[in-house]
């Protein structure tokens, strides 16, 4: 089991900047490729960024790239998400996630976290 807990959510302005954690604990993994996603009213939950296990691959949705930075740090076995240059748009609820990576390709396994919203305001 995987067990996954995000914290650092909040209600931010547009522009400004909120980072997320992402602390994970288990027997099932060590290390696990690890992925960020997220879930607006109304909508689907979507992928945001992905990191393989030792944090030397890194992948983003466009709607983020260039904004939005993820990265790990294995001795505390914590994932973050670095968000600048908030909008209105990026308001959801943010989800961490452990699963797989396939070539480009980040798949997630039924591990999730319990969320934390984020909420930018005008």
């Known amino acids: 089991q995987v067990q996954l807990v995000e914290s650092g959510g909040g209600l931010v302005q547009a522009g400004g900047s909120l980072r997320l954690s992402c602390a994970h604990s288990?027997?099932?993994?060590?290390?696990?490729?690890m992925g960020w996603f997220r879930q607006a009213p109304g909508k689907e939950r979507e992928f945001v960024a992905a990191?393989?296990?030792?944090?030397?691959?890194?992948y983003y949705a466009d709607s983020v790239k260039g904004r939005f930075t993820i990265s790990r740090d294995n001795a505390l076995s914590t994932m973050f998400l670095q968000m600048n240059s908030l909008t209105a748009e990026d308001t959801a609820v943010y989800y961490c996630?452990?699963?797989?990576?396939?070539?480009?390709?980040?798949?997630?396994?039924?591990?999730w976290g319990q969320g934390t919203q984020v909420t930018v305001s005008l």
């Open positions: 996630n452990a699963g797989t990576i396939t070539g480009d390709l980040y798949s997630p396994l039924d591990y």
């Open positions: 288990g027997s099932t993994f060590i290390n696990p490729n």
């Open positions: 990191i393989n296990y030792n944090g030397a691959r890194t």
